[in-house]
């Protein structure tokens, strides 16, 4: 018998139609409940309908607003293939994202039901110094990229003692291809600031900041819910303390993500980095001790007080404990969030869980536009922060991003050069003028004008910026340059000295070519060419053609092709 109808609705269903689909089923069932849910992790098979029933549960991929899709899900027809978190449970332990799309996010009676706020009350019987020892022995470290013992950061907070003491919740997620501190705002809120007010418990914080980027709208809808939720029922009252909760919006600067530089905005100045020491948890935000973890360092903690340290602990490597979430995305089968648990290869999240092609993947980019790029070869490597440093990648926040064989690992590089460079503050010379001379170069081999000085260049000049910056960003950014440089260096001598990209991915070193004994004259690629580079006679006029590929993906035979550039 079904029990009600859940509709994944966070920002991966949106975008594919979950909010048709669940104005559909809202109108068509009248006999059961259908709720609105997060995402379990499964991005690339939304709109995603589970029917929970008296015994289990059903799931349904890609629904659509349909009478046909309406009678399979009330009649509990067959279950379509899921992948991973129903093949994997052997590897798979899922512990931060337990409750990610299987509650209702906003609900703070659900969320209760399901074990919330349990582990504040047990962290509230116990003594602060005491809790704080409880999160050093779990070994959780900083999610958000440096790694740094969390435990060890709440402790130098508790043991100030001051009056006003901040904690800030960084949830300034600005990778691109990262979206895993976005999924569990908008899938567990509550789950957030239960970390926080534990942490809070513990370090003796007055005041709570989030700071989270102003483009998660429906993150800062369940945050600012679940938050109304506490004040109302006073759970923000902590033996006698009422603990201040503020969100604030981020205006989309990358470099805020920097912990000083968020402090910076917090305060309303610019967002910019200073020198340290001092540190925050001395002289954070204005003025007062302050420690920042990211969004799942703190759903790490509800976790830690309820298994207790040890049992938290025989999870992952000895470095390196606990799960982490990764957001899986690029040129793999199944895109979305997984969890797993720390020393899992590169190869088991790339090909088992991501369903990747074994021999189709060059390359994996680890850690956001910051983040090293490892090769194929190097994916028997655990996942963890000491092994991905040793290969000249961070583990960063949490973003993966598949790069397969038909992928330039030059144009990759200045791809994420770019966006760094553009981000940069400007505050230090290494950053700001170092960042933008790798570009330049980088721009300069993938339009096939690059010389070996270029390379030499490239090497030199990136680890003095990584020594040079004042910040993480200006200190990480050269790594995809490196990396590629380390592991790829045949593709930059086949742009320097034969001026060919072996991808066929820089527009300037390819042209269209088309196959006229393949080619049955439908005109399409004509029709379709936006600057009409493609006469009438089936002709590519090369130097009008931008190389957009409109051409080769409307070819219903495919006769249109890239090719080296001939030359004259």
């Not at 009678?71 to 994202?97: A, C, P, Q």
């Not at 926080?196 to 003796?204: D, E, K, R, S």
């Not at 196959?515 to 029709?527: F, S």
Request: include cysteine; hydrophobic fraction near 35%; aromatic fraction near 6%.
């Amino acid at each position: 018998m079904i029990k009600r109808i859940k509709v994944g609705t966070a920002s991966c269903g949106i975008a594919a139609g979950a909010d048709e689909v669940y104005d559909y089923l809202s109108k068509n069932v009248t006999d059961h409940d259908v709720v609105e849910v997060g995402c379990i992790g499964h991005c690339y098979a939304e709109p995603l309908v589970e029917v929970e029933t008296e015994d289990r549960s059903y799931f349904f991929e890609n629904v659509e607003p349909t009478e046909e899709d309406l009678k399979n899900i009330l009649d509990v027809g067959e279950e379509k293939r899921l992948t991973f978190r129903k093949e994997r449970k052997d590897k798979e332990l899922l512990k931060v994202s337990r409750l990610a799309g299987r509650i209702v996010p906003t609900s703070l009676q659900e969320y209760k039901e399901n074990g919330g706020y349990q582990a504040l009350e047990k962290a509230l019987e116990m003594d602060p110094d005491n809790v704080v020892e409880e999160v050093k022995n779990s070994g959780l470290r900083g999610r958000g990229g440096g790694g740094f013992p969390t435990g060890i950061k709440w402790g130098l907070l508790a043991a100030k003692e001051d009056e006003t003491k901040i904690l800030i919740c960084n949830a300034d997620e600005g990778d691109p291809g990262a979206f895993m501190d976005k999924s569990l705002m908008e899938c567990v809120p509550h789950q957030v600031m239960e970390g926080m007010l534990i942490a809070a418990h513990a370090t003796g914080a007055s005041e709570v900041f989030i700071y989270v980027r102003a483009e998660y709208p429906r993150a800062i809808e369940h945050l600012t819910t679940a938050i109304d939720q506490i004040i109302e029922n006073k759970i923000n009252v902590l033996n006698g303390k009422e603990i201040g909760i503020q969100v604030k919006e981020g205006a989309g600067a990358f470099v805020c993500g920097e912990e000083t530089a968020m402090i910076h905005s917090l305060e309303g100045k610019r967002g910019m980095p200073r020198f340290r020491p001092p540190y925050p948890t001395d002289d954070g935000y204005k003025g007062h001790p302050t420690v920042i973890n990211n969004v799942e360092s703190y759903a790490n903690v509800p976790v830690i007080i309820s298994e207790g340290a040890d049992e938290y602990s025989k999870v992952g490597t000895e470095g390196s404990k606990g799960t982490k979430l990764f957001a899986l995305a690029g040129d793999l089968e199944y895109t979305g969030i997984v969890e797993v648990p720390m020393g899992i290869t590169i190869g088991e999240i790339v090909y088992d869980i991501g369903g990747a092609e074994k021999g189709s993947v060059k390359a994996v980019q680890i850690g956001g536009p910051s983040g090293g790029c490892i090769p194929a070869k190097h994916f028997d490597t655990p996942v963890d922060y000491d092994s991905l440093n040793s290969l000249g990648a961070i583990m960063g926040s949490g973003g993966l991003i598949v790069i397969g064989n038909n992928r330039c690992m030059v144009e990759t590089a200045r791809y994420f050069l770019d966006f760094t460079a553009r981000e940069s503050c400007g505050k230090c010379t290494f950053c700001r003028v170092g960042n933008m001379r790798l570009l330049e170069t980088l721009e300069r081999i993938t339009k096939g004008n690059g010389t070996q000085a270029d390379i030499d260049l490239l090497e030199d000049l990136g680890p003095k910026i990584v020594d040079g910056s004042l910040c993480g960003l200006g200190q990480t950014a050269p790594n995809p340059v490196l990396s590629t440089l380390r592991f790829f260096k045949d593709e930059y001598k086949a742009h320097v000295e034969d001026k060919v990209c072996p991808a066929l991915v820089c527009n300037d070193l390819v042209e269209i070519e088309i196959d006229h004994d393949t080619c049955i004259e439908c005109m399409a690629c004509v029709k379709t060419c936006p600057v009409d580079a493609i006469s009438d006679d089936i002709e590519v006029d090369v130097d009008t053609c931008t190389r957009c590929n409109s051409c080769i993906e409307v070819c219903p035979v495919d006769a249109i092709s890239r090719i080296p550039l001939r030359g004259e």
